[in-house]
């Protein structure tokens, strides 16, 4: 089951004052240093998707790495939850509804079992005057 709210991705306006903003953050200091994947630049038309996706494979190396046996608890609470309201919505029947449809359903069963009773005596009696 898909999950019930997603987070909007932000619009490209935003993503280009986001690269902005981190590229006025890095100290001059550090300027030689190796920096992360997530604070680099890139140049050119392709660079705010290059810059996402290397964000995205961090998160999901991250989600990956501590505690699978959380996610799967956690996984388990939210299909629980999903569960739940899906059964609020549910219509139930009444008592008067229940009882009146249990009645059918034993009335319906005996009357199968007796055709079926009588058509297999017919049967086998047949069956017995062929082998006579």
Known sequence: MARLLRKKTASP???K???SAEASAIPASNAGAAKPAATLVSVG???PK???LSQKKALVKARQEPGKIKSYFDKSIQFLREVKVE???VTWPTRKQTMSSTLVVIILVMIISIFLGVVDMGLSSLI???FQ
């Open 87 to 89: 059964l609020k919505k």
């Open 128 to 130: 017995r005057v062929v």
């Open 13 to 15: 306006k935003s993503k």
């Open 17 to 19: 004052k986001k690269n």
């Open 50 to 52: 290059r810059q996402a």
């Open 45 to 47: 038309r392709d660079a």
